[in-house]
């Protein structure tokens, strides 16, 4: 079993910086996938990146692509997303979840944080 917590979000300026953090508990985490996922109001959920378990990868859809990192810290069992350059279309709940493998569906992840909410504003 690992259990997701996401930390960091907030309230921020068009042009600012946030950096989310996904805590995990479970000595197997070191083994997982992760990704980040965001839900804006009223829409669906959507994958936005995501880091092998090794972070010897990394993958990020075009919107984010430049402006998000993703990596983590093994030995702190903690997976980061640094969100620069941020737009009021990153506005969402953001959720980090464990998989096996990187993958960008979500049904294909078998662990989900509850969700840090992240707005911002024009």
């Known amino acids: 079993q690992v259990q997701l917590v996401e930390s960091g979000g907030g309230l921020v300026q068009a042009g600012g910086s946030l950096r989310l953090s996904c805590a995990a508990s479970?000595?197997?985490?070191?083994?997982?996938?992760v990704g980040w996922f965001r839900q804006p109001p009223g829409k669906e959920r959507e994958f936005v990146g995501g880091?092998?378990?090794?972070?010897?990868?990394?993958y990020y859809v075009d919107s984010v692509k430049g402006r998000f990192t993703i990596s983590r810290d093994n030995a702190k069992n903690t997976v980061y997303l640094q969100m620069n350059s941020l737009k009021p279309e990153d506005t969402a709940v953001y959720y980090c979840?464990?998989?096996?493998?990187?993958?960008?569906?979500?049904?294909?992840?078998?662990?989900w944080g509850q969700g840090t909410q992240v707005t911002v504003s024009s």
């Open positions: 979840a464990a998989s096996r493998g990187l993958m960008n569906m979500a049904t294909s992840y078998d662990y």
């Open positions: 479970g000595r197997t985490f070191s083994s997982y996938a």
């Open positions: 880091i092998s378990w090794s972070g010897g990868s990394t």
